[in-house]
């Protein structure tokens, strides 16, 4: 080839060369530790979930999956869980008290939280149950602390499980709650939930 058409190819594809290698060369800018405050993207997989709630409850994993199955459906993926436990009582109207830890994706370690309500419903007596609450939309830890009024017709129960849906502004909480815990989808009320227990259910 002769030498004044070997230096015009080799100009012609030098950009495309560079190009090409400054491309490959480009890095994911780098945005550092995740926020104190949960992202839209920053939120747990079915498959945590199924495996988390499956731990807490001691039931199989396709028990767990068959009772999340319609919350992802109706929700999505949550950005983090309440794991606690609670007693309530009712004779027509009833109360309920409870604790846990709550636990935000991408955020190290968990917050105590407590919840007490009044609810009315076709149910008496007292029990004693676990609660895995699914928390969704929470991008300000502070939101958590107010009251959470019932999503009428949310509850549900499948594979001995009860779950239903509390909503205030934008944020959804969905207890899910086994065994003698059913009792919660009988009744409408609402709870709410502070940084430190509080005895007055009003």
């Given at each position: 080839m002769p030498f004044a058409k070997l230096c015009l190819g080799l100009a012609l594809a030098a950009p495309l060369v560079l190009g090409?290698?400054?491309?490959q060369g480009a890095r994911e800018p780098d945005y550092g530790q995740p926020s104190p405050y949960q992202s839209e993207i920053d939120t747990?997989?079915?498959d945590e979930i199924v495996e988390a709630t499956s731990?807490?409850?001691?039931v199989t994993?396709?028990?767990a999956a068959s009772a999340l199955e319609r919350v992802f459906s109706d929700l999505g993926r949550p950005v983090g869980y309440i794991a606690g436990e609670e007693v309530s009582g009712a004779a027509g109207v009833g109360l309920r008290y409870g604790e846990g830890y709550l636990t935000l994706k991408g955020q190290?370690?968990?917050?105590?939280?407590?919840w007490t309500g009044p609810s009315i419903g076709f149910d008496a007596g007292g029990n004693a149950s676990r609660v895995f609450t699914?928390?969704?939309?929470?991008?300000?830890v502070d939101r958590l602390y107010q009251r959470f009024p019932g999503v009428d017709g949310s509850?549900?129960?499948?594979?001995?499980?009860?779950?239903?849906?509390?909503?205030a502004d934008d944020i959804t909480l969905a207890p899910i709650r086994s065994g003698v815990g059913l009792r919660a989808g009988a009744n409408v009320g609402y709870l709410a939930y502070s940084?430190?227990?509080?005895?007055?259910?009003f």
């Open positions: 090409a290698c400054a491309s747990y997989s079915r731990d807490f409850f001691g994993a396709e028990a190290p370690g968990s917050q105590k939280v407590y699914l928390v969704y939309n929470l991008n300000d509850a549900y129960f499948v594979a001995g499980m009860g779950v239903n849906y509390q909503r940084r430190e227990r509080n005895w007055l259910p």
